[in-house]
């Protein structure tokens, strides 16, 4: 029997990528994304449906479930890959910017996973596959609220797989480096605005330059989602699987090695070593 796969934010980038390649070895593809553009996908199959889907809207979320359902009998996998990204400065991080990310990176993930229980029980058997960061894994400078809405998201999963298991369904995790070939991080929009104090300037500069040359290649499309494929067909209790060559960097420095070790490793890779100075800043005047 083939089987059904939904996506969630597959109108570019991982989304798109994991879509393509399911459909490519034969899936049945629920394709789901805010506004539904089938034309974003070279091939038209029909073995292919593209519908509207908001994380943050409990309707749009339930009719993306009775669609999928009418058209194919059934959903196996469910992938929750959309997501906002963000660089910024905590202190200058506008207190919407910061519910916006969690409305959609955690509390859809956690909306989207509550609707298709239920579903996934009555069929005894479906996986469901969270899409986080490498963030999680090696927290970098300036991620600190994307950082949070991601990491929430792994506690979460780990503590689903362990009770979902009564019902032969599994949670897991697939956790990307940063693919600067995605539009991710385009996708920030306007609230990168703003977001980098006059003080941070000389860091902020640095820490990218410092990017600009990270150790191994970074992360691609392809990867996260042969990644999502290992996710959603291997047998087993394996809950984690990283994305990328520096994904795997990270993941082998937290797992592998102590804690001094670690965060030592982490703040050569993230930590400028030359930062421009900062303003002076003016004496405080009663």
Request: charged share 20%; net charge neutral; with cysteine.
């Amino acid at each position: 029997m083939t089987k059904t796969i939904l996506i969630t934010g597959t109108s570019s980038g991982y989304g798109k990528a994991i879509a393509e390649l399911f459909l490519d070895r034969g899936w049945n593809v629920l394709a789901t994304m805010r506004r539904p553009d089938p034309s974003v996908f070279k091939v038209q199959s029909d073995r292919l449906k593209v519908l509207p889907l908001d994380v943050t809207d409990a309707d749009s979320i339930a009719g993306a479930i009775a669609d999928g359902v009418a058209a194919f009998g059934g959903i196996d996998v469910w992938v929750n890959n959309a997501g906002i990204g963000l660089a910024s400065a905590v202190e200058a991080t506008p207190e919407a910017t910061i519910r916006e990310l969690f409305e959609t990176n955690t509390f859809g993930v956690m909306a989207c996973c509550r609707a298709i229980i239920p579903q996934m029980r009555k069929q005894s058997r479906g996986i469901i596959v969270n899409v986080t960061s490498s963030v999680t894994i090696g927290v970098m400078p300036l991620s600190a609220v994307y950082a949070a809405s991601k990491c929430a998201i792994e506690g979460f999963t780990e503590s689903l797989s362990y009770e979902l298991s009564l019902f032969d369904i599994k949670a897991r995790l697939v956790e990307p480096g940063l693919a600067p070939t995605t539009s991710f991080g385009a996708n920030t929009g306007t609230r990168m605005q703003g977001v980098f104090p006059k003080d941070y300037e000389g860091f902020v500069q640095a820490f990218f330059e410092k990017m600009a040359n990270y150790p191994t290649p970074y992360c691609t499309e392809a990867e996260v989602a042969e990644a999502t494929w290992t996710a959603a067909t291997e047998d087993g209790k394996r809950i984690r699987y990283p994305a990328g060559a520096d994904t795997k960097l990270l993941a082998k420095l937290r797992w592998s090695t102590c804690e001094d070790h670690y965060l030592a490793k982490i703040r050569e890779l993230f930590i400028p070593t030359t930062i421009l100075p900062a303003p002076t800043p003016k004496p405080y005047l009663a």
